[in-house]
Every structure is written in C-alpha cells, then in structure tokens.
C-alpha cells in the first residue's frame, strides 16, 4: 500500500512515524560511563572481577571508543606520541598483549516486555563480552556488530558489570591478522603504534524493542531517466520471540511524503524478508563535490504490533545511479548517466591512534570538499565510522573504498571472519550515496577464495550497484606512484609512468609528493635541539630512509636548488611552501591537460594526515593549510583557467555540468618587477562545454629563438626518445636524446641564412661534456664556433661573435653520463634585444561576459628550469591589513583585506590568524585564499571560518607576510 500527500498529524501517530518513534540508544561510551583497563596478564581471576564488589583502583581510566596505547596516552602514563620520538621509545610489549575492559553502569528500568540489547559496533581485534558474570558471546574483527539479548540478565535501576576480554591483533600483521588497521605495525608514513590500536574502537550502546526488529535496511534507487527515481526498501524483520508475530510494517520517504505499509506474519524464531517499490516523480539528485548538489532523502520504518512499535530505523539515502565502463581501457566513473572527472585523495587512517572522532570527521572532509575534491579512497579499510561515510555523502565526496588486504602473498588466518566483516561492511555501509568503489587489494589481487567472495559479497549485499574493482592500480587503472616531486612539465608529458597498470594518465589512484609542513607546525612535534640542520629525528617523521618512497632527498635538492639553498628552519619552511604549491598544482593539472585523453581522473597520496610528518600531506596534523592544500584547491576549481609547463599551451577546464558561453581568456607575463611585458602576453573568447578541457591559446616565450618550430635533424635516437623536432618544440615537456656513444649530434634548419650571436643548450641528466657548436650554409661543411671540453650540462648559453649562417649543430664528442647526449630545448638567438628576465610571473584570468571574473591562476616560471632563485632577491613589499571579527551562532567569520601600496611586487603572501594572547594560530579554519601575489595598488579579500569556541576573547592578531619580507 502506497499513499502519497501531506497528511495529518493523528494519522502520522498512528502509522508511528512521529520523530519519536524513532530507535533510541543509550551511549555507553566513556563520556557517559566510567571504563577502565588492565593487562590480562596482570589481572588475578577472582570470583569476583564479575562483580560490583571487584577492586578496580589499579585499573587505568580508559577511552571508549578508542584504543589501549591511546587510554595510558591519555591518563598521562606516555609522553605525548606525537612528539620528537617519544613513540619509538615506547616499551611494545606492555600493550602487544590482551587486556580486559571493564565498566559498572546502572540502566534505567525498561518498559514492560520489551526485549533490551547490548550493542557493539567494533572492537579490534576480537573480544569476549560478559554481563554480570555472563558470557554474551564473542566478536571477530572490528566491523563485526555485537547485539547481543541481555533481557534477563540487564539488572535496570542497579549496578551492572560489563566487562570484555579484547585481543591484541598479533604479528604479522599484513594480512594474517585481517580485517584489522593493517598500518599500524607501522608503514612509511606512520610509526608502529603499540598495541597496534587493539581496544574497543566503536560505539557502545543499549537499546530496547519489542519482539521483532528491523535488521539491515536497505534502500536503493533506480534512474530509468533523471526525472523518475524508482526505490527498492527492503530489510529483514527477525522474530525473537518463541510465538508467531504479526504486524505492520510501514514507512515514509520524506521529502515528498510518499508512505507505504504492509501486513506481515513472522514465524517463531525466524526471519521474513520485506520489500517495497515506490518512486519519486523528479527527484533531488545526489552529485559528486562540484557538479551538483548533495541532497539527501530520509527513509523511516517501524514494525508495529498493535498499539505497540516493535523497532524503529530510519536511513538517509541519496537518490543517484553509477555505471562504469573502461573504454580505451581506462576505467571511467559515471553518476546519473553523466561521466565524473575523479580529483581526490588517499585518506590512510583518521588518525593514527584512532582519536578521530564525530565531528572531527566533518572537519575534514569539508576540507576536501573545500579543495574542489570530489573523491577519497579509504585505503586499505582504515576507516570504519559511520560519522566519515556520513560527512563524506553531505559534502559529494565520492569514496573509493577498500577491504582490508594488501599485495603480500598470503591470506588472513581466518579467511572466514574475514569474510564474514566485509559482508558485514557492505550491509552497514550500502546506503551511503558517497561509495563508488568497492577495492579487494591495495596493488594486488585478493588471493583465492577472497577474490571469487568479496566479487559476489558485493553483488549479492550491494545488488551490484557498485563497481567491485579487484586490484587498486591495475584493471583500467595506471598503476601507482610515484610518489615524489617532479618538475612541473613532467606531469603533463607522456607519461607520468606508475608503477602496474597499463601506460597513461588514465585513472591513477596514487600518486604523490613529500610534502613539508610551516615552521610552526614543524616546532610543535620536532624538539629545537633538532630543528637544524637535517637529522635523525626527521627520518622519525619520515623525511629520510624511513620514507624513501617520498624521495625526501629529492625534495630536499630541489627546495635548495630552485629556491636558493635555505640558511635554517624558518627559511626552508618557508621555501618548501612554494615547492609545494607548483608541483601539487602542476600533477592535477597535468591530468586536467589531458581529460578523457586519455586521463579520467588522479588521487593523490595523500590528502589526510594521520601523524605529524613531513611527507604526503595537503592540510597538515594541526590542520594548517600547507602549500600543497593551496596548489590542489587551485587546480582543481570547478571552472578552471590553466598553463601547461611543458608546451605553453593555456586551456579551460570544465568539470561542471553547465555550458559556459561567451568567456574571456586572458594570459599576462610580468618580470619579477611587476610590470607587464606586453608582447608575451594573450587573449581569447572562449567556449567552454561542460566535462570538457579547451584550448584557449598558446604562450610564446621564444621571441627571438629563431629555432622555433624548425626542422631538426639528429644522428641517431634512443628508445625513449621523442621525435628530433623536441629540440625545438619550445617545451621543456619533450627530449631528443641519442643513441648511448660519444659521437652524436643534432643541427636545427633556420631556413634561411640568418645572423645568429648565441645559443641556449638546455640539457636533460644525459649531457655532454665535451662538444662543438658549429655552423654551416649547407649543411655538409661545418665551422666551428664554440668548442669546450669542461662542460657541466643543465641550462648553458653560449655567446660568440655574430656569424650568418642557415644550420646550427651540437656535434658531441664525450657523453657526461653512460647514457647518450638528451636535450630539452636548442635555441638560436641573433642580436639580443631586452626580454624577459630568466624568472617571470604569468597571471590567466577567465572572465564571463560580463566581466566577472570567474577563473585567476597564478605560475611563476623560469627561462633556466626549475631555478627561481632570483625570487630570493626581490626587494622587500610593504602590505597593508584591515580586519573585522563577527560572531554568527557557534561560528566565527574573520574578513581581510591585504593590499599592496609599495611599487615592488607582494610575492606569495602568507596569512595566519593567531591568538593575540600567546601566538597560537587557530586552527582548524576555513579559508577562501593565501600564498596569493599582489602587484602595486593591488587588494585581496581573505575570508577565515573557524568555531567561536578556538577564540573565545575575540581577540586575534593576522601575520601577513610576502615571501619578499
């Protein structure tokens, strides 16, 4: 039965679905009730630990939900993990054993008949649960719900003992002892945490009801067309009783008050299935972050009998439809019929003791939905609470989510109780909007039987609503990685390779840079005495072989290279920002460049911080909002005006699902002097079509390099080498290189017998040291016009005596390296006249037709690659700041301005909101911009969001600083 309109509030009471009708429970977490724990090998079995008589005193207070290792943290018996290596010196073997929890509450007494439950919603790694004595059951595996009937022997209106024997996972870890938090017997961007997060790690509750419950609801949705949603609500309603049970069983979708009710008869002892069908005449879609808004449906249910409700559920869904498809063999999302760019992040655990809870989640992913974020993977299953699925459906975060394996040739001990969790999982989890990807292996494939089990857990338990995708990188996926800093054109030149996987952009699901934090974040979990220079201690934090993944070395060379070699802590902090920012900008763009060919989408590793480290991270622990957070936010816009590093090439992104019509592209170089050099610069009328990537216009920065665009000719190629017109492409995305011996060359054809004065060699790692620059009229006879023997590679420029000739050749005689002779760029200039400096800013700016601005990016690019340390010598900028606080509800809205009155440029400025009482910055906070640059008489409004409770005097200070301080 099915009925449809507003109704009445008498017969809303009357089918029980007034708000109150609603399934309550009764928290018993530690912030209700009092819980503590103590060793098992440490505790005497008395008669009486079952008892409220037992002497608890030498237990320590626990956290609940939480983890042992946290409660000693928290009580004081640890030094703060976080800090120096406190951790490393922690003595394992007092928490890598089991250990008792034990709590004494007093419950309410309960309503006549009704049944009450103890509830469970994970323990890590598995527990045996008692009540006054006795003993419930068990429960394997940290997604493994308890309910478990306590009717008989709950004692309402007097002291209850509660108590569970938990068990300590056990080594090794990865993957015998799965499904657990696989990473914390450490991995390369966390500490081994002791006890390896052992405890009970979810909610604890009572709850009551009559004799039949409403288990595992279930509703999915159906677009035959975007304006008809069709629901399938079913769910199991499971009778408790020894008597045969009738009753209603009766619902409500709001918004749109569509109701629909059934009688149903259950048999003593058994479970009935039940299930509906009604739709919803166009419906509110749920999109992903940036195409769309996230709306959400409530389903209510109540199985009734009598004038009595039995059990109550209510679910939120969202009504939306993934396909999948890997034509060109690349795997490619779509959400109601409408192909998805994937830009998002890995999240490899909350936090790595597991003190991420509630609200903190909401925080977080706001962030990412802040960063134009539109997906994380949960790698690995890291992350089991209900309050990350729920953030992740309100902000259209897409989550890629895996089981709980990773790539090692073996299986977990119990395959079964494996199992058993992820069927578990999908059943709790299914109703989230936000899931798009079912994940087997983390860079492998499930071993038998896991593979064939999970494949159809996700068929039977999801209906196949979802991909089940078997292996992390491979199977329309480009592999892994890598995950350290490249220069900027690399990302987008073919190809960025991963490792697995088939060759491309495609869909990577990892990929990476270390990624430093501010001096201030640094200080707080680094002790001075290792502030500088580079130690031990920052290996600690995975700067150094702990993370040789993240190639901190290579970070390390190119902070100091680019930006001039940092003289402490402050300085290298301040530079590693700017780092960030270019390369995590330049890897979604690269990808961006490159949309639906063949690119369909990037993750990078990672986007989440679960510990404070120095690598593979956007906000940091403290949530401060580095470099990369300000790189990926801006290349990820929604509408998006960018450059190509590597061909010039300046296009618009629309990852919307809007046409844009009548836009107007505008390029603007400037020197490091702020003012604009104008025939460098461009415009366009562009047209932007939806989920689509245009070309507006090409940059050119080879004025004068009468070798651009003409033809090259080479003695030989090696096998990675791009064609000999690379040479003189005006891309330093693209190499010539030779064959591997001494005597090879390269001449370029200007065409016509042109006076030349000097050339510029821009040499790969593959350089020669010894070579000739000659010239000739006819290509046969050739005359030398530069010759060394000392040569060094990298970004040379060769003067010489103004000679006219038509062909310019690099003859090599001796390689500088076992490889061949590899150059980016050969150009030939004739009588100089004043351009650019080596080092330029470029502004692009897409305004709409009535000229509001709709895309501003900013680069800051270098003739001599990669080196920008003519930045350090900037003359110093004087900004001025205005201010104002205004409180709204629990919220704090702090607006800005910063303008420029000095006549030299504000190069990345930097803003902080501190306390004005101690200095302390306050955090977390929503930002709309920073690291932003200001030329003469220019302004920026910041807008800062944080809770009223971080800044309860109102009193602040903003430090606003330009890296030309």
């Not at 020894?242 to 259950?266: C, L, N, T």
């Not at 449906?297 to 939306?320: A, H, P, Q």
């Not at 974020?373 to 299953?381: H, K, T």
């Not at 196949?464 to 490249?486: E, I």
């Amino acid at each position: 039965m099915f009925k449809k309109g507003k109704g009445l509030l008498c017969l809303l009471m009357a089918a029980g679905l007034v708000a109150g009708a609603q399934e309550k429970r009764v928290s018993l977490n530690s912030d209700k009730i009092k819980w503590k724990i103590k060793a098992v090998s440490e505790v005497s079995m008395e008669a009486n630990l079952h008892t409220v008589a037992y002497n608890d005193e030498g237990w320590v207070k626990a956290v609940v939900p939480g983890t042992v290792f946290g409660s000693f943290v928290e009580a004081g018996l640890e030094k703060d993990p976080n800090f120096a290596d406190n951790i490393y010196k922690t003595d394992k073997t007092k928490y890598d054993r089991d250990f008792w929890y034990r709590a004494v509450f007093t419950p309410a007494a309960g309503k006549s008949g009704e049944k009450r439950w103890l509830n469970f919603e994970g323990v890590n790694r598995k527990a045996e649960v008692f009540l006054n004595g006795r003993r419930l059951g068990s429960l394997d595996g940290f997604m493994d719900r308890g309910k478990f009937d306590v009717t008989g022997i709950l004692q309402a209106g007097k002291p209850n003992v509660l108590a569970l024997l938990v068990g300590w996972p056990g080594t090794p870890i990865v993957n015998y002892s799965s499904p657990t938090y696989i990473s914390s017997a450490s991995w390369d961007w966390m500490p081994y945490v002791p006890g390896l997060n052992m405890g009970i790690t979810d909610d604890v509750s009572l709850s009551a009801s009559g004799s039949v419950n409403i288990t595992d609801p279930w509703v999915r949705t159906a677009l035959p067309d975007n304006s008809r949603a069709k629901l399938d609500i079913s769910m199991e309603l499971d009778n408790h009783s020894a008597e045969v049970q009738e009753g209603i069983v009766s619902g409500m979708v709001q918004p749109g008050d569509i109701r629909f009710s059934k009688k149903v008869k259950i048999q003593a002892g058994q479970t009935e299935h039940v299930s509906f069908h009604p739709e919803i005449e166009n419906p509110e879609l749920w999109w992903p972050n940036g195409y769309g808004d996230q709306p959400l449906y409530t389903c209510e249910l109540k199985f009734t009998m009598g004038e009595n409700v039995s059990d109550s559920k209510k679910i939120d869904f969202g009504v939306r439809q993934y396909s999948y498809d890997t034509l060109g063999g690349v795997l490619h999302i779509h959400i109601n019929g409408k192909r998805i760019f994937i830009k998002g992040g890995n999240w490899g655990m909350s936090e790595y003791m597991l003190r991420c809870r509630g609200n903190e989640y909401d925080t977080k992913l706001k962030l990412h939905k802040e960063m134009n974020f539109n997906m994380v993977r949960n790698w690995i299953g890291s992350t089991t609470d209900e309050e990350f699925y729920a953030a992740c459906d309100k902000y259209g975060i897409l989550v890629w989510d895996d089981f709980w394996l990773n790539s090692h040739p073996n299986l977990p001990r119990d395959v079964f109780a494996f199992n058993k969790n992820a069927v578990e999982k999908i059943k709790r989890l299914r109703n989230h909007p936000s899931i798009a990807v079912w994940c087997g292996d983390n860079e492998g494939y499930p071993l038998p039987p896991l593979n064939g089990w999970l494949k159809e857990n996700v068929a039977v338990f999801d209906g196949g609503d979802r991909l089940y995708q078997a292996n992390s990188h491979s199977d329309g996926l480009t592999g892994s990685g890598p995950w350290t800093n490249f220069m900027p054109a690399w990302y987008f030149t073919k190809y960025p390779g991963g490792f697995g996987g088939t060759p491309g952009w495609g869909l990577r699901t990892e990929i990476g840079t270390a990624v430093f934090t501010s001096f201030e974040s640094f200080k707080k979990f680094m002790p001075d005495t290792s502030w500088w220079p580079r130690n031990k201690m920052w290996d600690l934090h995975f700067f150094g072989p702990s993370a040789a993944n993240a190639g901190p070395d290579r970070y390390d060379d190119a902070v100091n290279k680019s930006y001039g070699k940092a003289t402490g802590i402050e300085d290298y902090c301040r530079k590693a920002q700017l780092l960030n920012i270019e390369t995590n900008k330049a890897m979604y763009e690269g990808w961006l460049h490159h949309m639906w060919s063949d690119a369909s989408g990037i993750m990078t590793w990672m986007s989440q911080s679960a510990y404070p480290s120095l690598v593979w991270q956007t906000y940091d622990y403290y949530y401060d909002l580095t470099g990369a957070y300000w790189g990926v936010k801006k290349a990820c816009e929604p509408l998006h005006i960018q450059w190509s590093a590597a061909d010039n090439s300046v296009k618009v992104i629309n990852t919307t699902l809007q046409n844009r019509q009548g836009l107007q592209a505008e390029a603007i170089v400037y020197g490091l002097d702020g003012s604009p050099a104008k025939p460098f610069g461009r415009t366009a009328s562009v047209n932007a079509p939806s989920n689509a990537a245009t070309h507006c216009f090409d940059l050119n920065f080879n004025i004068g390099n009468l070798a651009f665009k003409k033809q090259a000719t080479v003695s030989s190629s090696s096998p990675e080498s791009g064609a000999a017109s690379a040479v003189a492409d005006g891309s330093t995305g693209s190499r010539w290189s030779s064959g591997y011996s001494d005597n090879e060359w390269v001449y370029v054809d200007l065409g016509a017998s042109q006076e030349i004065s000097s050339v510029t060699l821009q040499w790969e790692s593959a350089y020669a040291s010894a070579y000739n620059l000659q010239v000739s009229d006819d290509a046969r006879k050739w005359k030398d016009v530069y010759v060394t023997d000392t040569a060094k590679g990298g970004l040379e420029t060769i003067s010489f005596k103004p000679v006219k000739a038509r062909y310019v050749r690099m003859l090599g005689r001796k390689r500088g390296t076992e490889w061949g002779y590899s150059l980016y760029e050969f150009e030939v200039f004739g009588k100089r006249k004043k351009g650019l400096p080596d080092v330029q800013f470029i502004r692009l700016l897409l305004k709409d037709a009535q000229g509001k601005l709709q895309s501003e990016n900013f680069y800051w690019r270098s003739a001599r690659t990669a080196d920008y340390t003519a930045l350090e010598k900037m003359p110093a900028a004087r900004l001025k700041v205005t201010s104002h606080l205004e409180n709204k509800g629990d919220s704090s809205y702090l607006t800005a301005t910063v303008t420029n009155p000095s006549k030299n440029p504000a190069f990345a400025v930097h803003v902080q909101l501190v306390r004005a009482d101690n200095g302390e910055r306050v955090l977390p906070a929503v930002m709309n911009d920073n690291y932003f640059t200001l030329f003469k008489g220019e302004s920026r409004n910041v807008e800062i969001v944080f809770e009223q409770k971080l800044l309860k005097d109102g009193k602040y200070k903003l430090l606003v600083t330009p890296f030309n301080r």
